[in-house]
């Protein structure tokens, strides 16, 4: 629009010519000189006019209009530093945080996902509604059938999580690694970025081996080298050839929340549809027109024929999940309260900033009123306010932007694992189209919310009455004293709200943390040392390599005991069906399970988990040994209630199975192995050396170190990691974390969410406190006359104080009342993030209100002193 | 929008002033009133153009390009902006023209029937 950028006395010196020209013309026919100037003014017509219409069709005058303003605005706000620090600060930290917290619900929640029609896409698990299991894996026999005959699938994929240990070139190394049918990323909808993806003959077990790899693998082991296709790569000991790769932002889609992040894809699934052991998750794509709960019904159908020629599958049923719903997990209803906690905070820093600007538009009644009487319409006023507004929230919003990214970075590290697998961007913050295009909205609105109403309140001055109180310090009408009488009383009463959810969420945690989890965590490291190939094929040949290790790291110094155990006693063990032989033929469907937990002698001695009854595993529980086992209190009182369980027999898997008889030598304490908020399961430990009996079940793989407690950790790692090495240098060492570290996982969310929800609501605390403050030191100085005449004719100064104070208690105990209100009704939607404490707890609520009385009646004692020290005299004088 | 007679010049119909100045300009640059003369002189006087109404649409021509200006020197040695025809403005005068001649014949065909028949 303004390529030329031609100024108007450009354009005055053409018309001047053109006028020039004339004249000459004029002359040459005969006219004096100023005949032909007028003649030839004539003909141009009206010379002003036209450079008006010049400069209008140029546009310039809304930009002059609008830059006008903008300058104007900058230079009142240079005026006043105090008010536009104050101002920026407050709404940077109000869009700053909606920011940050808007982009991690749009990471999890709203970004679309990058594969085609991903509306279509379900995963496929199984549930069992008469016994109340969930999300358990699939048979062959239900992937077939369901895929062949419920019409509801375009096509099915199936996968089951593995770990592929990678040798040959390079140091050994485990990755998570996934056993994928070949129609897995034709489901997904997603092509490889080199190479390709398997073909279905590649699903036959005799077919060749063949891989995929991750971006990040082939970057990180295979220097991005595209030459790596076709060739071959150790995998488990066997030989695969690689044929494809995927590109950078595949691997974790499709993953749970909770799995690991696949490194590769191996293929080889084969299904059989008389296979109905539970090996696979699948993932779906329905017909167009078929939705969730229809498929649902349309493969129970199916089940409820199969069931009938496959006991084992009794009782079972496709559970059907969004890819949406599967990938966000449980941080939904965190997020869906986030999102509105910091809403209320952007809120109250919005009324806060209106009370701020009607403060300022009192002081500036007479600008307005001169301005007004020299012919600026109320249009033009309410333009410049709102121009000035504009400014500060722009100013405000791209400092916010800034704490954004700041504070994507900081909660990206309070962030539970799980939701970073589900939102690798997190860190990344506000720089994502949609979030920026967001933040700018925000600005926007809140530019409106907070601006509109104090500049149509000032654009309307009372002409005569203000210019003739010129001199007086302005005036202010009582509907504009009402207004922000309303507007500080709202504020408390969402920073009430705020208060109360973050009272609940600290009590949460501080309820979730005093849980005794049935072990001490303190001073123990982990490690996960998977054996696997040839070399330990034989179970003797693992049991052997874990008592050297131990007995080797046992001797380092600050280490008081080492044991092994397969799985970590938080939200990682694996359930297994047992019988007692009590009752050894339980009918289908009430087949007992436990936890089944591999252990080496020293477990409970290291984990401090007490033994109630009989004895602990010892040396000579080996394959030589009588069969023994320890079960936790838990199963004795399920199974045995009321009886002795020494001595009682128990044998592991479905009823009828060839397994050996255990006998029960002790009874173990019960740990919350799922986490401090789930209850107890019923668990069995059997001794490593005595593994394995069952086909299918895998061998200890966390060692397990407890240091006294002055032992440094770093040194110690070193030290266990070069006994291991020692015994066996291809052995892999991975996940190193110390038993604090896990158990803080489980409850990573409940700390995440109440520690934004504190400085939420401590955010809320401080503006609350300012609007209340501000609200009374304006009408303290506005009153400064009136207190001056009370005082003189006798007042005492604790009246006056009584006066000022309670005024400001007035207001916060109505915003107290409306908040309390308003958290009975809202806190509900937190139920799912508590733990141990109610959605309308009385102490919270109770402390919040003694929490927000003391901040108000501090809030108001400062403008009480200022009113209190007023001289009468001078007061009297003052206007 | 009718012409109307004020005198015995024809006030420009709306929008023929473009059409008018690119026409103007492609014997060559010319500055603004040399092209308001050229009007006036080649309609046979007939044509009323009002000088001031010129710059606006010069301008307008030269925001889409048709159009280009540079201060020059005129014949009689004054300083003066001069506007030349661009490869654009060529484009846009064929159209323009088929445009009016398409007009033109089609209000001439209307007004020769309704004469008919009146």
Same mark, same amino acid.
């Given at each position: 629009?303004?390529?030329?950028?031609?100024?108007?006395?450009?354009?005055?010196?053409?018309?001047?010519?053109?006028?020039?020209?004339?004249?000459?013309?004029?002359?040459?026919?005969?006219?004096?000189?100023?005949?032909?100037?007028?003649?030839?003014?004539?003909?141009?017509?009206?010379?002003?006019?036209?450079?008006?219409?010049?400069?209008?069709?140029?546009?310039?005058?809304?930009?002059?209009?609008?830059?006008?303003?903008?300058?104007?605005?900058?230079?009142?706000?240079?005026?006043?530093?105090?008010?536009?620090?104050?101002?920026?600060?407050?709404?940077?930290?109000?869009?700053?945080?909606?920011?940050?917290?808007?982009?991690?619900?749009?990471?999890?929640?709203?970004?679309?996902?990058?594969?085609?029609?991903?509306?279509?896409?379900?995963?496929?698990?199984?549930?069992?509604?008469?016994?109340?299991?969930?999300?358990?894996?699939?048979?062959?026999?239900?992937?077939?059938?369901?895929?062949?005959?419920?019409?509801?699938?375009?096509?099915?994929?199936?996968?089951?999580?593995?770990?592929?240990?990678?040798?040959?070139?390079?140091?050994?190394?485990?990755?998570?690694?996934?056993?994928?049918?070949?129609?897995?990323?034709?489901?997904?909808?997603?092509?490889?970025?080199?190479?390709?993806?398997?073909?279905?003959?590649?699903?036959?077990?005799?077919?060749?081996?063949?891989?995929?790899?991750?971006?990040?693998?082939?970057?990180?082991?295979?220097?991005?080298?595209?030459?790596?296709?076709?060739?071959?790569?150790?995998?488990?000991?066997?030989?695969?050839?690689?044929?494809?790769?995927?590109?950078?932002?595949?691997?974790?889609?499709?993953?749970?929340?909770?799995?690991?992040?696949?490194?590769?894809?191996?293929?080889?699934?084969?299904?059989?549809?008389?296979?109905?052991?539970?090996?696979?998750?699948?993932?779906?794509?329905?017909?167009?027109?078929?939705?969730?709960?229809?498929?649902?019904?349309?493969?129970?159908?199916?089940?409820?024929?199969?069931?009938?020629?496959?006991?084992?599958?009794?009782?079972?049923?496709?559970?059907?999940?969004?890819?949406?719903?599967?990938?966000?997990?449980?941080?939904?209803?965190?997020?869906?309260?986030?999102?509105?906690?910091?809403?209320?905070?952007?809120?109250?820093?919005?009324?806060?900033?209106?009370?701020?600007?009607?403060?300022?538009?009192?002081?500036?009644?007479?600008?307005?009123?001169?301005?007004?009487?020299?012919?600026?319409?109320?249009?033009?006023?309410?333009?410049?306010?709102?121009?000035?507004?504009?400014?500060?929230?722009?100013?405000?919003?791209?400092?916010?932007?800034?704490?954004?990214?700041?504070?994507?970075?900081?909660?990206?590290?309070?962030?539970?694992?799980?939701?970073?697998?589900?939102?690798?961007?997190?860190?990344?913050?506000?720089?994502?189209?949609?979030?920026?295009?967001?933040?700018?909205?925000?600005?926007?609105?809140?530019?409106?919310?907070?601006?509109?109403?104090?500049?149509?309140?000032?654009?309307?001055?009372?002409?005569?009455?203000?210019?003739?109180?010129?001199?007086?310090?302005?005036?202010?009408?009582?509907?504009?004293?009402?207004?922000?009488?309303?507007?500080?009383?709202?504020?408390?009463?969402?920073?009430?709200?705020?208060?109360?959810?973050?009272?609940?969420?600290?009590?949460?945690?501080?309820?979730?943390?005093?849980?005794?989890?049935?072990?001490?965590?303190?001073?123990?490291?982990?490690?996960?040392?998977?054996?696997?190939?040839?070399?330990?094929?034989?179970?003797?040949?693992?049991?052997?390599?874990?008592?050297?290790?131990?007995?080797?790291?046992?001797?380092?110094?600050?280490?008081?005991?080492?044991?092994?155990?397969?799985?970590?006693?938080?939200?990682?063990?694996?359930?297994?069906?047992?019988?007692?032989?009590?009752?050894?033929?339980?009918?289908?469907?009430?087949?007992?399970?436990?936890?089944?937990?591999?252990?080496?002698?020293?477990?409970?001695?290291?984990?401090?988990?007490?033994?109630?009854?009989?004895?602990?595993?010892?040396?000579?529980?080996?394959?030589?040994?009588?069969?023994?086992?320890?079960?936790?209190?838990?199963?004795?009182?399920?199974?045995?209630?009321?009886?002795?369980?020494?001595?009682?027999?128990?044998?592991?898997?479905?009823?009828?199975?060839?397994?050996?008889?255990?006998?029960?030598?002790?009874?173990?304490?019960?740990?919350?192995?799922?986490?401090?908020?789930?209850?107890?399961?019923?668990?069995?430990?059997?001794?490593?050396?005595?593994?394995?009996?069952?086909?299918?079940?895998?061998?200890?793989?966390?060692?397990?170190?407890?240091?006294?407690?002055?032992?440094?950790?770093?040194?110690?790692?070193?030290?266990?990691?070069?006994?291991?090495?020692?015994?066996?240098?291809?052995?892999?060492?991975?996940?190193?974390?110390?038993?604090?570290?896990?158990?803080?996982?489980?409850?990573?969310?409940?700390?995440?969410?109440?520690?934004?929800?504190?400085?939420?609501?401590?955010?809320?605390?401080?503006?609350?406190?300012?609007?209340?403050?501000?609200?009374?030191?304006?009408?303290?100085?506005?009153?400064?006359?009136?207190?001056?005449?009370?005082?003189?004719?006798?007042?005492?100064?604790?009246?006056?104080?009584?006066?000022?104070?309670?005024?400001?208690?007035?207001?916060?105990?109505?915003?107290?009342?409306?908040?309390?209100?308003?958290?009975?009704?809202?806190?509900?939607?937190?139920?799912?993030?508590?733990?141990?404490?109610?959605?309308?707890?009385?102490?919270?609520?109770?402390?919040?209100?003694?929490?927000?009385?003391?901040?108000?009646?501090?809030?108001?004692?400062?403008?009480?002193?200022?009113?209190?020290?007023?001289?009468?005299?001078?007061?009297?004088?003052?206007? | 929008?009718?012409? @109307?007679?004020?005198? !015995?010049? =024809?006030?420009?119909?709306? $929008?023929? *002033?473009?059409?008018?100045?690119? +026409?103007?300009?492609?014997?060559?640059?010319?500055?603004?009133?040399?092209?308001?003369?050229?009007?006036? @002189?080649?309609?046979? !006087?007939? =044509?009323?153009?009002?000088? $001031?109404? *010129?710059?606006?649409?010069?301008? +307008?021509?030269?925001?889409?390009?048709?159009?280009?200006?540079?201060?020059?020197?005129?014949?009689?040695?004054?300083?003066?902006?001069?506007?030349?025809?661009?490869?654009? $403005?060529?484009?846009?005068?064929?159209?323009?023209?088929?445009?009016?001649?398409?007009?033109?014949?089609?209000?001439?065909?209307?007004?020769?029937?309704?004469?008919?028949?009146?």
């Amino acid at each position: 629009m303004f390529r030329w950028r031609r100024k108007a006395s450009d354009f005055g010196a053409e018309t001047e010519a053109h006028i020039q020209l004339e004249m000459e013309r004029l002359q040459e026919s005969g006219l004096t000189a100023d005949e032909a100037r007028a003649a030839a003014r004539r003909a141009f017509g009206n010379v002003t006019q036209a450079e008006e219409r010049f400069y209008e069709a140029r546009r310039w005058l809304w930009w002059d209009g609008l830059w006008q303003d903008v300058r104007f605005g900058l230079r009142m706000l240079a005026k006043t530093p105090g008010f536009t620090a104050v101002a920026v600060l407050t709404l940077a930290l109000g869009i700053g945080a909606t920011t940050a917290i808007f982009s991690a619900v749009y990471a999890v929640l709203l970004k679309p996902l990058p594969f085609r029609d991903a509306g279509r896409l379900v995963f496929v698990e199984k549930k069992n509604p008469p016994r109340g299991w969930i999300r358990n894996p699939i048979s062959p026999t239900e992937i077939l059938a369901w895929r062949e005959q419920s019409g509801a699938f375009e096509d099915l994929a199936v996968y089951t999580q593995s770990t592929c240990v990678l040798t040959g070139a390079g140091e050994a190394e485990e990755d998570p690694c996934e056993v994928a049918s070949s129609n897995l990323f034709h489901v997904l909808g997603a092509a490889p970025l080199f190479g390709r993806t398997f073909s279905p003959d590649e699903d036959q077990p005799d077919a060749p081996h063949v891989a995929i790899l991750s971006y990040g693998l082939w970057r990180r082991r295979f220097g991005e080298n595209p030459g790596r296709i076709g060739r071959a790569i150790e995998i488990n000991h066997t030989s695969y050839t690689i044929v494809g790769v995927m590109p950078a932002n595949f691997s974790h889609l499709y993953g749970t929340p909770y799995g690991t992040i696949p490194a590769l894809w191996v293929g080889g699934i084969a299904l059989s549809a008389e296979h109905t052991w539970n090996d696979y998750f699948g993932i779906g794509r329905l017909k167009p027109g078929i939705g969730l709960r229809q498929a649902e019904a349309r493969t129970a159908q199916v089940s409820a024929r199969i069931e009938r020629e496959h006991p084992d599958l009794k009782g079972w049923r496709a559970e059907m999940l969004s890819i949406r719903a599967v990938v966000s997990g449980d941080t939904r209803p965190a997020l869906v309260v986030l999102m509105g906690a910091v809403m209320f905070v952007l809120l109250i820093a919005c009324a806060n900033m209106a009370n701020l600007l009607l403060a300022r538009g009192a002081s500036r009644a007479t600008e307005f009123a001169v301005r007004n009487a020299l012919g600026a319409g109320e249009g033009r006023i309410v333009r410049q306010l709102l121009t000035e507004s504009l400014l500060i929230t722009l100013a405000g919003g791209i400092l916010g932007v800034l704490l954004a990214s700041w504070g994507c970075q900081g909660m990206a590290a309070l962030a539970p694992r799980y939701l970073l697998n589900s939102a690798p961007g997190l860190a990344g913050g506000a720089a994502d189209f949609n979030v920026l295009a967001f933040a700018l909205c925000t600005i926007l609105a809140t530019t409106f919310l907070f601006g509109l109403a104090p500049a149509l309140q000032n654009s309307r001055p009372d002409l005569t009455g203000t210019l003739k109180e010129t001199g007086r310090g302005g005036g202010q009408s009582p509907r504009s004293r009402r207004l922000r009488s309303v507007l500080v009383v709202s504020e408390i009463a969402l920073a009430t709200v705020l208060l109360v959810g973050a009272g609940l969420m600290v009590r949460t945690l501080a309820r979730l943390s005093r849980v005794n989890l049935g072990f001490d965590p303190a001073h123990i490291l982990t490690l996960r040392v998977p054996l696997s190939g040839e070399r330990y094929k034989p179970p003797q040949a693992q049991a052997e390599f874990w008592d050297h290790a131990i007995a080797a790291i046992e001797t380092l110094p600050g280490v008081e005991s080492a044991s092994v155990s397969r799985g970590l006693p938080v939200g990682d063990w694996a359930g297994q069906f047992f019988t007692t032989a009590d009752d050894p033929n339980p009918p289908a469907g009430h087949v007992p399970d436990a936890n089944y937990i591999v252990v080496s002698p020293d477990y409970f001695r290291t984990l401090q988990i007490p033994l109630r009854r009989g004895r602990s595993f010892n040396a000579r529980d080996t394959q030589t040994g009588a069969r023994v086992a320890i079960v936790n209190e838990e199963l004795a009182r399920l199974y045995w209630p009321g009886r002795d369980p020494l001595g009682k027999q128990i044998r592991l898997g479905a009823p009828g199975g060839t397994e050996p008889w255990l006998t029960v030598v002790g009874v173990a304490g019960n740990v919350h192995s799922q986490g401090p908020d789930e209850g107890f399961h019923a668990e069995t430990y059997v001794p490593d050396a005595q593994y394995p009996w069952l086909a299918g079940l895998l061998g200890p793989e966390h060692l397990l170190v407890r240091m006294s407690a002055r032992a440094m950790p770093e040194g110690l790692i070193r030290a266990v990691v070069r006994d291991v090495h020692r015994l066996d240098a291809g052995v892999p060492v991975a996940d190193i974390l110390t038993m604090e570290q896990v158990v803080r996982e489980p409850i990573a969310q409940q700390r995440m969410v109440m520690a934004l929800m504190v400085s939420f609501a401590g955010l809320a605390l401080i503006l609350s406190a300012l609007g209340t403050y501000s609200v009374l030191s304006y009408s303290i100085a506005q009153r400064t006359r009136e207190i001056g005449m009370r005082m003189a004719l006798g007042a005492q100064r604790g009246s006056v104080l009584r006066l000022v104070v309670g005024g400001g208690v007035r207001l916060a105990v109505l915003g107290i009342a409306l908040g309390i209100a308003a958290a009975l009704a809202l806190t509900r939607l937190m139920t799912e993030l508590l733990f141990g404490v109610g959605a309308t707890d009385p102490m919270t609520f109770a402390v919040v209100t003694v929490v927000l009385v003391a901040s108000s009646l501090a809030a108001s004692y400062i403008p009480a002193r200022r009113a209190i020290n007023v001289d009468p005299i001078v007061a009297l004088r003052h206007e | 929008m009718s012409t @109307q007679e004020t005198g !015995e010049r =024809l006030e420009l119909l709306q $929008g023929t *002033l473009d059409l008018l100045i690119l +026409r103007t300009l492609i014997f060559g640059s010319q500055h603004g009133q040399g092209i308001a003369r050229a009007i006036q @002189q080649t309609s046979e !006087e007939d =044509l009323l153009v009002e000088h $001031g109404a *010129l710059y606006p649409a010069l301008q +307008r021509l030269e925001d889409r390009g048709w159009i280009s200006a540079k201060w020059g020197t005129s014949a009689t040695n004054r300083k003066a902006r001069f506007y030349s025809l661009t490869a654009a $403005g060529r484009k846009q005068l064929v159209k323009e023209t088929a445009k009016w001649e398409r007009l033109a014949t089609a209000i001439g065909r209307i007004l020769a029937r309704q004469a008919e028949e009146g």
